[in-house]
């Protein structure tokens, strides 16, 4: 899921803004004081251009073959070579004519082309997954009630050792039945910038459970909360069954329940006569055998629904009915497998879909439809389906432009997007609490707030389009290590935009913004708010990422994601079978590196915290002999750089292992020490507290601590301001 900064352009530009004046200040107002032999100043960082990247200023023109109005549903046989780009340097086929880029949208190189194909929407010839669940779903929309209806057969088989008995089912929308749910007590009610209006509230009632002979478990169900014992918690089920499902056997249940939606709120509700209906339905829990993410002893994995944490399912099949009104447009996961059937007043669609963990859908009378087929020499064939809120027809092309170069990237970088069809869904302004959000092969991109949008629009498209990998086919436990998904997603996405769209992140300021670092590893709910969770799971797993790909270049980075993906696609991994295959690839341990930032909540903190300087005489010509004290307050980074700067202009590099906690560095030279400065050129991406990283050696030192301890704490508080 994607998290909001808010304009976090405008909040960093405020920031740096202010922060340069205070330096700016400092300076000037101690640059008269006389000379000391220890002293403290702040950074005199540069902050150019590249603080906020550059984007690619040629404009495009995005051609277009899309199809607009109801979906078509028949098998298709599509030329796949009319897309626009070049950018895989692939040769291109005859195109439609181009449709111009609307004035203001931002200008990108075009979308990489698309290959002859003859894709067709059917299962998959063989399985991709282990397939543990198989459900048929019936669901029926009561519009003007804001209500579903299902009734719903579950095949579940038992993929451990021993007899199970006891069945648990995550029964989601009854975080949101009133104000004393874990979700809503821990969220406050609020997810991003989302709040739940008052006294709307969703629920979840589950009438009828039934064995395929026909007895009635209902009376067996009980509700548990293993994660905090809040008995006003429903999202969670145990039923007992009237014996054990034995290991590789099956079990069928026959079950009915209805759904009280809420205005649209963390992922999932109604926006006037917009439905997202997200985590809707009655959902196994997963049973771990022994081996699956490092557990010794098989069992269920058990969580409620917690205010930051996302899901965890096993894959299978899909087979799904959504009957709704017959005025409505539905997207949802899978492919449709036949015309919907309208009978006057109701329209009933038919969807299926393999190897996911997951089925969403959602529904509007107001959707504008345009579809696309595409095809690059890693995808055979996949149909890109936008369902578009009117306010936002005329960005089509830069919706379909954005789908069509995350998924060539991505598939060239990782591996091959199997499924035959993404669908993509704008939600109204008014229902952005959709927004921003991945489910197997179905994403949604923020409200349509804007007339003219701006990058953000490519960026969440790109960004959920990165969780089909890591989320929909790698598919990790998000209640448990959610850095490898969001995390992943972000790095990946930052690859993606600073290749196709020009925008370079900037490091620097992201790692200060770190002001919380915990472990990576460790329960959603553990990071208690959503800010602490986002900046660790999104901002610092990202950096993590990227400073290991510091350390062993892109190339053999590249090469470690790729082989993660392919090792570990649709088997759930842990960290630790990441942290192997990293091993594996570089042929080095490491254990030091992932105890200090990953299992453990370390950043780089190395200070400047003392400069003498004394006048020597070395065989009679006047010395000065520079005496700087560096510490360390973080974990190790061993390859330190050190700038040491003189008052003639000179300077000496140096490279320190990093390893002892206090270290000083003895330098004789014919000019005094103007500055030292640890990592000037930045390269230490997880080092987040860069004003005590320079020393000046001519500023009073009382002044100094005085005026640097007030702008510590003015950067502090600014900080806060910029919220997730």
């Known amino acids: 899921m994607k998290s909001v900064f808010g304009n976090r352009l405008a909040q960093w530009c405020l920031i740096v803004v202010l922060a340069s004046g205070a330096t700016i200040t400092s300076q000037s107002l101690l640059a008269d004081r006389p000379t000391s032999n220890a002293s403290l100043s702040l950074s005199d960082f540069q902050w150019d251009a590249e603080l906020f990247g550059s984007l690619t200023p040629s404009p495009v023109a995005y051609p277009s073959t899309?199809?607009?109005?109801?979906?078509?549903?028949?098998?298709?046989?599509?030329?796949?070579?009319?897309?626009?780009?070049?950018?895989?340097?692939?040769?291109?086929?005859?195109?439609?004519?181009?449709?111009?880029?609307?004035?203001?949208?931002?200008?990108?190189?075009?979308?990489?082309?698309?290959?002859?194909a003859k894709p067709v929407e059917k299962p998959a010839p063989q399985p991709l997954s282990s397939r543990i669940v198989e459900y048929h779903l019936n669901v029926e929309l009561d519009a003007e009630g804001?209500?579903?209806?299902?009734?719903?057969?579950?095949?579940?088989?038992?993929?451990?050792?021993?007899?199970?008995?006891?069945?648990?089912?995550?029964l989601y929308p009854n975080a949101f039945s009133s104000k004393k749910t874990t979700f809503m007590k821990e969220s406050g009610g609020k997810l991003r910038e989302d709040k739940s209006k008052e006294n709307s509230f969703g629920s979840m009632d589950l009438s009828s459970m039934k064995t395929l002979e026909g007895e009635e478990l209902i009376s067996k169900?009980?509700?548990?909360?293993?994660?905090?014992?809040?008995?006003?918690?429903?999202?969670?089920?145990?039923?007992?069954?009237?014996?054990?499902?034995?290991?590789?056997?099956?079990?069928?249940?026959?079950?009915?329940?209805?759904?009280?939606?809420?205005?649209?709120?963390?992922?999932?509700?109604?926006?006037?006569?917009?439905?997202?209906?997200?985590?809707?339905?009655?959902?196994?829990?997963?049973?771990?055998?022994?081996?699956?993410?490092?557990?010794?002893?098989?069992?269920?994995?058990?969580?409620?629904?917690?205010?930051?944490?996302?899901?965890?399912?096993?894959?299978?099949?899909?087979?799904?009915?959504?009957?709704?009104?017959n005025n409505y447009t539905v997207a949802a996961t899978g492919f449709p497998t036949k015309p919907p059937v309208d009978d006057g007043k109701t329209k009933s669609y038919a969807f299926y879909a393999d190897d996911v963990h997951d089925f969403a859908w959602a529904a509007s009378p107001h959707f504008i439809y345009y579809e696309e087929p595409y095809a690059t020499p890693q995808i055979p064939g996949v149909r890109i389906k936008l369902y578009l809120d009117p306010k936002?027809?005329?960005?089509?092309?830069?919706?379909?432009?954005?789908?069509?170069?995350?998924?060539?990237?991505?598939?060239?970088?990782?591996?091959?997007?199997?499924?035959?069809?993404?669908?993509?869904?704008?939600?109204?302004?008014?229902?952005?609490?959709?927004?921003?959000?991945?489910?197997?092969?179905?994403?949604?991109?923020?409200?349509?707030?804007?007339?003219?949008?701006d990058l953000e629009l490519e960026r969440v498209i790109v960004h959920e389009i990165g969780h089909q990998f890591w989320y929909g086919m790698v598919a990790s436990n998000e209640f448990e290590e959610a850095w490898l998904d969001e995390g992943f997603t972000s790095y990946a996405e930052d690859k993606l935009m600073e290749l196709e769209y020009g925008v370079k992140p900037n490091l620097m300021v992201e790692s200060s913004y770190i002001t919380a670092p915990e472990a990576l590893k460790q329960n959603s709910w553990s990071y208690g708010s959503h800010g602490q969770y986002a900046e660790n799971v999104y901002t610092r797993a990202k950096l993590v990422l990227k400073s290991i790909e510091s350390q062993i270049g892109r190339d053999t980075m590249d090469r470690v994601m790729k082989t993660y993906f392919q090792r570990w696609k649709f088997k759930h991994p842990t960290t630790s079978d990441f942290q192997k295959v990293l091993e594996d690839t570089t042929k080095a341990s490491w254990k030091e590196f992932f105890d200090q930032y990953i299992y453990g909540g370390l950043m780089v903190d190395y200070a400047v915290t003392g400069i003498q300087i004394k006048e020597v005489t070395h065989e009679g010509q006047p010395m000065y002999e520079n005496t700087v004290r560096i510490q360390k307050f973080g974990g190790t980074y061993h390859t330190v750089p050190i700038r040491f700067h003189f008052a003639d202009g000179s300077q000496i590099d140096k490279t320190w292992d990093g390893i002892d906690p206090d270290v000083q560095f003895k330098l004789n030279h014919t000019a005094p020490l103007d500055y030292a400065a640890i990592d000037p050129q930045h390269s230490i991406v997880l080092e987040n507290k860069r004003i005590n990283s320079f020393m000046k050696s001519n500023v009073d030192t009382r002044l100094s601590i005085r005026w640097n301890l007030g702008v510590v704490k003015f950067m502090e508080t600014l900080f806060g301001w910029v919220a997730w």
Do not use: C
């Open 146 to 170: 804001k209500l579903l209806s299902g009734t719903s057969s579950l095949t579940w088989k038992n993929p451990g050792s021993q007899p199970v008995q006891d069945l648990y089912f995550h």
């Open 392 to 453: 936002h027809e005329g960005l089509k092309n830069r919706y379909m432009a954005a789908a069509k170069k995350a998924l060539a990237r991505y598939s060239q970088w990782y591996g091959t997007y199997p499924y035959s069809t993404l669908s993509i869904v704008i939600p109204p302004e008014n229902g952005n609490g959709a927004g921003g959000m991945e489910y197997p092969t179905l994403i949604t991109g923020w409200g349509a707030a804007e007339d003219q949008p």
């Open 66 to 116: 899309a199809v607009k109005g109801e979906p078509y549903f028949q098998s298709y046989q599509y030329d796949l070579a009319q897309a626009d780009g070049s950018s895989l340097g692939l040769q291109l086929q005859p195109k439609a004519t181009p449709v111009g880029a609307r004035v203001n949208e931002p200008s990108s190189p075009p979308a990489p082309p698309s290959l002859p």
């Open 221 to 325: 169900l009980e509700y548990v909360q293993p994660d905090d014992g809040n008995k006003d918690d429903r999202s969670l089920a145990k039923i007992t069954l009237p014996k054990a499902v034995n290991p590789g056997e099956k079990i069928t249940l026959n079950y009915a329940y209805t759904v009280k939606l809420p205005a649209v709120f963390a992922r999932m509700g109604y926006a006037d006569d917009f439905i997202m209906a997200g985590q809707w339905f009655p959902k196994i829990a997963v049973y771990e055998p022994a081996g699956r993410r490092g557990n010794t002893a098989e069992g269920w994995n058990l969580h409620q629904y917690h205010g930051n944490s996302e899901f965890y399912a096993d894959f299978g099949i899909y087979d799904v009915r959504i009957k709704v009104p």
